[in-house]
Nanobody, 129 residues
Framework: QVQLVESGGGLVQAGGSLRLSCAASGRTFSSYAMAWFRQAPGNKRESVAGISWNGGNTYYADSVKGRFTISRDNAKNTVYLQMNSLKPEDTAVYYC??????????????????????WGQGTQVTVSS
């Protein structure tokens, strides 16, 4: 069992930056690939970024490439999402997820139903125009 707690969300103006953190409990954190998903009102939950167990592979949705960076620190049991050049369309609840496998494919999006083993509770990100 892995418990995930997100932090770092908030209100920011368009063009600004936020850094989300996800702290994981349990000694098996380093064996999981991790990801960030987001869900805006009325929309499906979509994958934003993913990272393999050792940070060697990453995946990004086209909508965030070049603006967001996912990273992890296995010594701290934490995964991060650095979000720069934020846009109003980035407004959503952001969820941290521990994935079923230990790696991600840079060219393949992640499925909320297919690929996630554990979810965090979510943190709200609001970008004002």
């Amino acid at each position: 069992q892995v418990q995930l707690v997100e932090s770092g969300g908030g209100l920011v103006q368009a063009g600004g930056s936020l850094r989300l953190s996800c702290a994981a409990s349990g000694r098996t954190f380093s064996s999981y690939a991790m990801a960030w998903f987001r869900q805006a009102p009325g929309n499906k939950r979509e994958s934003v970024a993913g990272i393999s167990w050792n940070g060697g592979n990453t995946y990004y949705a086209d909508s965030v490439k070049g603006r967001f960076t996912i990273s992890r620190d296995n010594a701290k049991n934490t995964v991060y999402l650095q979000m720069n050049s934020l846009k109003p369309e980035d407004t959503a609840v952001y969820y941290c997820a521990a994935l079923v496998g230990f790696t991600v494919d840079p060219g393949t999006s992640l499925g909320a139903d297919r690929d996630v083993r554990f979810w965090g509770q979510g943190t709200q990100v609001t970008v004002s125009s």
